[in-house]
């Protein structure tokens, strides 16, 4: 099945740098890849989300990119602010089989002012 | 902004007694699906259901648990004998059209199951 890897467990920027999330995963028929944040307590939101049929997609400060043939793809969020401070989330959906998102292990963000 | 609610938001229950989890999906969505995060760890796929029947589970998802769309709003999970590592977060989600996993899902608050 599917597995999804996520690097780095924890990510510290000052406030107005960029930070990179980067993830894997093993099935390559996998084609939809959804980003979420989750604060303390909360529920996963989703932030971003990138079918594969793109490369590339931006939203504001937030892009995600693909590479289908490394199984590579990453969430940037430019000009971080603290308020962006959560756990990130990716995930993939396999193409096969049905409906289920499989999620990697989360990016615990923090923003110092 | 339509939501996805779940109730109740904390249950408490004693090892070896039944839990019934409530959600109530987006009105127009068709697929239905629950997660469980436990404390600080990753969320994982529980179950998905579509067209009053299970589409997919995971390896998770035993003998011990059911779901059940008992009215045209409403979504259950059910864990017949609560374990004490059943003690989690269970999120319900919910998608307008499915497609094969590539549809947008849309997370409800939560409910956190404290099995003592």
């Known amino acids: 099945g599917e597995n999804v890897e996520q690097h780095p467990s924890t990510l510290s920027v000052q406030e107005g740098d960029s930070a990179v999330i980067k993830c894997t995963y093993s099935d390559s028929a996998s084609n939809y890849f959804p980003w979420y944040k989750q604060e303390l307590g909360k529920r996963p939101q989703l932030i971003i989300d990138i079918r594969s049929n793109v490369g590339e997609k931006k939203d504001q400060r937030i892009a995600v990119t693909l590479n289908k043939t490394a199984k590579h793809f990453s969430l940037h969020i430019t000009e971080t602010q603290p308020e962006d401070s959560a756990v990130y989330f990716c995930a993939a959906s396999p193409g096969t089989g049905g409906f289920k998102t499989i999620f990697g292990a989360g990016t615990r963000l923090f923003v110092k002012a | 902004e339509p939501e996805v609610t779940q109730t109740p938001s904390h249950q408490v229950t004693q090892m070896g007694q039944e839990v019934i989890l409530r959600c109530v999906p987006i009105s127009n969505h068709l697929y239905f699906y629950w997660y469980r995060q436990i404390l600080g760890q990753k969320v994982e796929f529980l179950v998905s259901f579509y067209n009053n029947e299970i589409s997919e589970k995971s390896e998770i998802f035993d003998d011990q648990f059911s779901v059940e769309r008992p009215d045209g709003s409403n979504f259950t999970l059910k864990i017949r004998s609560t374990k004490l590592e059943d003690s989690a977060m269970y999120f319900c989600?919910?998608?307008?059209?499915?497609?094969?996993?590539?549809?947008?899902?849309?997370f409800g608050p939560g409910t956190r199951l404290t099995v003592l």
């Open positions: 989600a919910s998608s307008e059209l499915g497609r094969r996993s590539t549809d947008t899902q849309y």
